[in-house]
């Protein structure tokens, strides 16, 4: 998705993380659900936003 650069900036500057989420940001939870580490969660949202869920 293409944002131009001073609305990008306004929403990064927002964020607590100050960035946006890559996809190691999102392939690294989903990689953890999948393994024994995790066999004990259930019944959670995982948000990766950087915070970002919590401002907006």
Do not use: C
């Not at 392939?27 to 936003?49: K, P, Q």
């Amino acid at each position: 998705m293409y944002w131009p650069d001073a609305a990008r900036a306004q929403v990064i500057e927002k964020i607590p993380t100050r960035r946006l989420a890559t996809f190691d940001d999102v392939s690294s939870t989903v990689l953890y659900l999948a393994a024994d580490a995790a066999s004990m969660v259930n019944g959670h949202n995982f948000v990766v936003d950087g915070g970002a869920s919590v401002v907006f």
